[in-house]
């Protein structure tokens, strides 16, 4: 069982920064590669982000490469996701989820299926 917590979610004007942390409680949590994803009001979650089990390898979607980056401290048990030049498409509620790293990272890292575990999302609001 994983439980996974972000934090750091709040209110930014468009080309600020926020970084999003999400704390696992498991014991080893490197058994596991790390996802980020967001979901707009009315709209899908959709993928943003993921990390390989060792952190190794990193993965984007396209809206967001250059400008988020995600990161992990396995010694903290913490995956990170910085985010800069935000915009207002950027606002969503945000989750981090796991999914074992039996399967390899570069596998379906961008579908919301293949991830067992899921946070409760934080929320990042970006004003115009």
């Known amino acids: 069982q994983v439980q996974l917590v972000e934090s750091g979610g709040g209110l930014v004007q468009a080309g600020g920064s926020l970084r999003l942390s999400c704390a696992a409680s498991?014991?080893?949590?490197?058994?596991?590669?790390m996802g980020w994803f967001r979901q707009a009001p009315g709209k899908e979650r959709e993928f943003v982000a993921a990390i390989s089990w060792g952190g190794t390898y990193t993965y984007y979607a396209d809206s967001v490469k250059g400008r988020f980056t995600i990161s992990r401290d396995n010694a903290k048990n913490t995956v990170y996701l910085q985010m800069n030049s935000l915009k207002p498409d950027d606002t969503a509620v945000y989750y981090c989820?796991?999914?074992?790293?039996?399967?390899?990272?570069?596998?379906?890292?961008?579908?919301?299926?293949?991830?067992?575990?899921w946070g409760q999302g934080t929320q990042v609001t970006v004003s115009s």
């Open positions: 498991v014991r080893t949590f490197s058994s596991y590669h």
């Open positions: 989820a796991a999914r074992s790293r039996d399967h390899a990272s570069g596998t379906h890292y961008y579908d919301s299926s293949v991830y067992r575990y």
